[in-house]
């Protein structure tokens, strides 16, 4: 069993950045493979990044891609996502989650544990 709790969410401006963290408790975090998913008010949960647990390989959802960055830091047993040029379809509660069977999947359902999310709001 894990415990996630994410930080670092709130309201900016377009343009903006922002940086969330997500720390984990429990058993050992290193041997899981970790992501970020967001949800918009009537939406589906989707995919944002994913990390790989031997920090080796990143993967990120096509909207993200080159603003978003996914990093993990074993020691803290922390994940963080660095999220730059923030537009306002980026508001979401944005959920960290945890994969024990080290997938790096984009599918919700791939992941057993999940943090309580943290409120990300872009106004224009």
């Known amino acids: 069993q894990v415990q996630l709790v994410e930080s670092g969410g709130g309201l900016v401006q377009a343009g903006g950045s922002l940086r969330l963290s997500c720390t984990a408790s429990?058993?050992?975090?290193?041997?899981?493979?970790m992501a970020w998913f967001r949800q918009a008010p009537g939406k589906e949960r989707d995919f944002v990044a994913a990390i790989s647990w031997s920090v080796g390989s990143t993967y990120y959802a096509d909207s993200v891609k080159g603003r978003f960055t996914i990093s993990r830091d074993n020691a803290k047993n922390t994940v963080y996502l660095q999220m730059s040029s923030l537009k306002p379809e980026d508001t979401a509660v944005y959920y960290c989650?945890?994969?024990?069977?080290?997938?790096?999947?984009?599918?919700?359902?791939?992941?057993?544990?999940w943090g309580q999310g943290t409120q990300v709001t872009v106004s224009s």
């Open positions: 989650a945890a994969d024990p069977r080290l997938r790096n999947g984009r599918s919700a359902s791939m992941y057993d544990y």
């Open positions: 429990g058993r050992t975090f290193r041997r899981y493979a």
